[in-house]
Structure formats: structure tokens, C-alpha cells
């Protein structure tokens, strides 16, 4: 398919309460990266960038273990998130709920 004939993208807004969590970790990764500078271990950012986080209000976990199904069994410890904001998650799975016509219960 050419240009010509592809239909131009249409993308949904970005929900406020996402682009305020965006901000928060953003702006959070910024200072971290500003205070100490380039050349530490990843362990030292994502230590002191949940700290940043967490002192903005928002709740996070680090290392989120996210379960990974093979052949129809769900295993523990396949993946790691670095973290995980749980009012990003919150909302994620609220906007999935109504678009289910709340028929899923959300998380």
C-alpha cells in the first residue's frame, strides 16, 4: 500500500490523569539524572528515581514480577518491570472496565 492510499492515524487523547503520572515520572527521571550524572549502575537511577516518585505523591513498586503464560500455565518471575505506578495501573484498568461496558472487574 502506498501513501496515497493509507488512512492518516487517529490517536485518543491522552486521559489527564495518564499525562499527569507521565509528568510526575518524567520530571522525577529528569532530577535524578541532573543530581548524579551519567556513568552509575542502573540499580542507583531506579533506587533513587522511585524515591523521587514516592516523594511526588504517587505510589510505586520496583521490580514488579509480571507473570508470563507458556503453554497454558501462568509462571512467576519471568519478567520485571523496573516499576510499576499503581495509580497508572488504577486508571488503565478503570478505562478498560468501562470500555467493557463494565462487564470485567477492574484490578
Not at 543530581?35 to 505523591?57: D, F, Q
Request: charged share 20%; hydrophobic share 35%; aromatic share 6%.
Amino acid at each position: 500500500m502506498d501513501s496515497r492510499t493509507q488512512k492518516a492515524s487517529v490517536f485518543a487523547p491522552i486521559p489527564p490523569e495518564v499525562e499527569r503520572v507521565g509528568k510526575i515520572v518524567l520530571d522525577a527521571a529528569f532530577k535524578v539524572h541532573t543530581a548524579l550524572g551519567p556513568g552509575l549502575l542502573e540499580s542507583v537511577y531506579e533506587t533513587c528515581h522511585a524515591y523521587e516518585i514516592r516523594e511526588s505523591g504517587l505510589l510505586v513498586e520496583t521490580q514488579a514480577a509480571i507473570p508470563v503464560t507458556y503453554r497454558n500455565i501462568c509462571l512467576e518471575g519471568g519478567l520485571r518491570l523496573d516499576w510499576l505506578s499503581h495509580q497508572f495501573h488504577r486508571a488503565a484498568s478503570q478505562r478498560r472496565h468501562q470500555a467493557d461496558g463494565g462487564l470485567r472487574t477492574p484490578s
